[in-house]
């Protein structure tokens, strides 16, 4: 049996596969109809990234990756993920619409991205010398963002959404933050207050040996 992804589009549903795949999973869909997720040809695992404009499959892989996780896409089709080497080592990257990118953060012991903005801004986390802080990233430049925990989604009006702490493992408040007028780099965070009084629970990382089990 081969698993196929899909797409809900004014109450009709449409399903598409990677040639010569075994399950394709679908992870997110821009405003322009791009849907991007990841294949895999064998089990367990190794999956490649893909994307998928409604008629046809583009699959994408970084040079020397073993396998590929998406993390987002914008409506300009930059594309952001990690993928594993075959030392089993992770990277991080963005992918401008035509090159992989790798990011690390030269502050940081580790990088982490999580998404990226329809504006072009990647976002994420590393963790320093000073611990764990998140950044912004576009056009080769890194503005480090003091937020009280990850950041993990913005919306074209530039403001942030995320959940306290890092790798966590238990439920956790969410956080909203605003930006302010002067200076742009400043953001107004609310917690726990009424309307945003929910939680969230994320996992830890896996590493790529768990990654590879997880989708066999």
């Keep these: 049996a081969v698993d196929m992804g899909g797409i809900v589009d004014h109450g009709s549903v449409r399903t598409f596969s990677v040639p010569g795949s075994l399950r394709t999973l679908a992870s997110q869909i821009n405003d322009t109809g791009i849907v991007q997720g990841y294949y895999t040809t064998s089990g367990p695992g190794s999956p490649f ?31 952001v993920g990690e993928y594993a080497t ?3 080592t992770l990277v991080q990257f963005f ?22 903005s329809n504006s072009g801004i990647v ?6 010398a000073n611990g ?47 930006p302010t007028p002067e200076p742009r780099a400043e953001y107004l965070f609310c917690l726990g207050v009424a309307g945003l009084s929910f939680c969230l629970k994320v996992k830890a990382r896996p590493t790529p040996t768990e990654r590879r089990n997880s989708v066999a």
């Excluded at 976002?123 to 320093?128: A, I, K, L, Q, R």
Aim: glycine share 16%; charged share 10%.
């Design 49 to 79: 990234l893909y994307t998928y404009d409604g008629s046809a499959v583009n699959t994408l892989v970084p040079p020397g990756a073993t396998f590929t996780f998406p993390y987002g896409i914008n409506n300009s089709g930059q594309m």
């Design 86 to 88: 075959a030392a089993n």
């Design 95 to 116: 992918y401008d619409g035509t090159s992989f990118h790798e990011i690390n953060n030269p502050n940081g012991y580790f990088t982490e991205i999580t998404g990226i």
């Design 123 to 128: 976002f994420g986390y590393y963790y320093g």
């Design 132 to 178: 764990y802080s998140d950044f912004f990233y576009k056009d080769g430049i890194f503005s480090d963002v003091s937020a009280p925990g990850a950041i993990t989604g913005m919306n074209d009006a530039g403001v942030i959404v995320g959940h306290q702490g890092y790798l966590v493992t238990s439920y956790v408040p969410g956080f909203i933050g605003t």
